[in-house]
């Protein structure tokens, strides 16, 4: 088992955590393959797969490659704010649409935004034009990907 759900809630079992670990290698897993892997019947598979989305346990999403989607320039960008205004400011930030993950931080910076743009033209207009424009927004710090060495999603 992948050490990725040593943590687990007592409220998960170790059919659930397989489960889990099954679908987070592939979404698109059949239950009754999960069900063969795991010696239970597919209904089984499928009354737990209920449960955990019900829970808020999982979620299956399509994660599309931002470089085969026209998107260029991705950056992590670091965000200073008015102390004050630093959930107001996040709300507004990821409310943008070039913002695909955005988490309040400590540290140097008080969040960190991860944006997709078509290139480097729409990542200053987006900085300079969008970004910038949030009132309480008092500094930034942009942080091109050069390249994903590991993407995980858990």
């Known amino acids: 088992m992948d050490s990725q759900f040593a943590n687990a809630p007592e409220s998960l ?6 489960i889990l670990e099954a679908l987070r290698q592939d979404g698109r897993t059949p ?3 999960i069900a063969e892997q795991l010696n239970v019947s ?4 499928r009354i737990r797969y209920a449960r955990l989305v019900d829970m808020g ?4 999403v399509a ?17 200073r704010t008015e102390g004050r205004l630093m959930l107001q400011v996040a709300e507004q930030v990821a409310a943008l ?3 695909v993950y955005l988490v309040v931080t400590s540290g140097r910076y008080d969040l960190m935004a991860e944006v997709s743009c078509r290139d ?8 300079t034009e969008r970004l910038y424009t949030i009132e309480g927004v008092r500094e930034t710090e942009t942080f091109m990907h050069l390249k994903i060495i590991k993407e995980v999603y858990f």
């Not at 597919?42 to 598979?45: C, F, K, S, T, V």
């Not at 994660?63 to 965000?79: D, H, K, S, V, Y």
Request: hydrophobic residues 55%; glycine residues 6%.
């Open 13 to 18: 079992d170790q059919a659930d955590l397989k």
């Open 31 to 33: 239950f009754a393959q």
């Open 42 to 45: 597919a209904g089984m598979i």
């Open 57 to 60: 346990y999982l979620k299956v």
């Open 63 to 79: 994660i599309t490659n931002p470089l085969r989607m026209g998107f260029q320039a991705m950056a992590m960008i670091g965000i």
């Open 97 to 99: 649409d070039e913002v």
């Open 120 to 127: 480097n033209t729409d990542l200053l207009r987006f900085i």
